[in-house]
């Protein structure tokens, strides 16, 4: 009974040590957590109260994560997660960049030549404030992906937090970059 | 390549994730297609705009202070039930361990430093920190073309100088190394490759730990104190003033083999 309680002991010290060592980590990507949480929930206060439920969240479930995996990764999936389900319903969906309706199309040499300059110069000059402003009028999705794509996680990462086939974040990412670009030209029109 | 194609692989291509005549093609169309050219440009700017003009809005000191608090520590659990009576038996078990202690002490003084649990506290830190190793994304602070490269990065960064008689080969590539802190010390960390195995060789000052004078087994002319732990075969020994836990879930015996080169007496 001596080798059974302790052996209860120290299986009881590990559990805790490694749940320890897996929130030092996790304490490392929250700057990144509270960038996404802020372009989701477009105000500090509700980012920080995402970061939170993130976290006690990702306590909760710590043993489900796997050693040797991408915890940011596992912890922007969290934040996806508790994002939808405390937080999406109370914003007006945006009007632009939805994934499923926006198609980018492929403009012809001639509307290349025609709006290529002026787009162009556009992008050059954008400012802090307008790249802000065009990410948030851009649907979830889209501006989720821009962000984890930005974030360094992979297509399999992204994929994984958006609960989607691998196969189309590459897809995915190209709408809402083409969607992002458009807003960015328009303020320049406006 | 038709323009729609294109335009699905441009940010690959720009970050040279594309297979080289997969990219050739690219490239190939980009310049005899001015639609997709300005597409290619306009896509870099975006990236240059989203990399470099983004607002960052990083967590304040005070969120990160709550997130700190709200994970706790590991305490101490509940001691299990033998313990408790153990308590009442104390003093027939006090008089005993006088007996028990005082004929191997006799004996030898150096079996009074026993291996097994004492060894705990030691083997639970390798782990853990084998773990914020393999775990963290920017794991290295020096990478490494040899240990020639490595060890004088120390310099300056710790009170004591890492002494590895072995810079890595073929069978075990050095990746770099980094500073950590290993239980109350500062720690020298070597991290070595087996196939697609990390290997972490972390190299502190000996003095204070328990070090296991049992259950030892010898490699050259160090005895080292080999163990498992939460699926990860751990090597721990003492070479005069330095300690070194030798951590990896390759196989027992390809951990001995190294620990064997890092030793001097393969």
Redesign the interface.
Known sequence: MRAVGEAYHEAVMWEQAGRWALGREALAHADALHNLARYLTGNTVDAEDLVQETYARALRAADQFTPGTNLKAWLCRILRNAYLSLYRRRRHDPVVGGLDTVNPGVPTAAEASFLGDIELDRLRKVVSEEIERALLSLGDDARTVILLDLEGLTEVEVADVLGCPVGTVKSRLARARAALRRQLGDYGRG | MR??DV??R???GQRGGLEPPEDAELRSHVAG???CA??E???R??TE???H????????PA??R???A????????P?????ARLRAWAPLLAAAAVVIVAVPLLLSTPALRGGG?GM?PLV?EAV?DH??V????HPLDIASGGVHQVKPWFEGRLDFAPVVAFGGDEDFPLQGGAVAWFIDRKAATFVFKRRLHGISLFVFRADGLPWAARDTQRIGAVDVYPTT??GFNVLLWRQRDLGYALVSDVDAAELRDLAGRIIGNP
């Open positions: 323009c729609d335009r699905m441009l940010l690959e297609c001015p639609a300005h597409e440009q306009a896509d700017l975006l705009a989203l990399e003009r983004m607002p960052q809005y990083a967590a304040s969120l990160k709550r997130l700190a709200a994970w706790p520590a590991p305490v101490t659990p001691p299990p039930w033998w313990r649990p705990t639970t853990n773990l914020r393999i775990g963290s994304e732990a939460r």
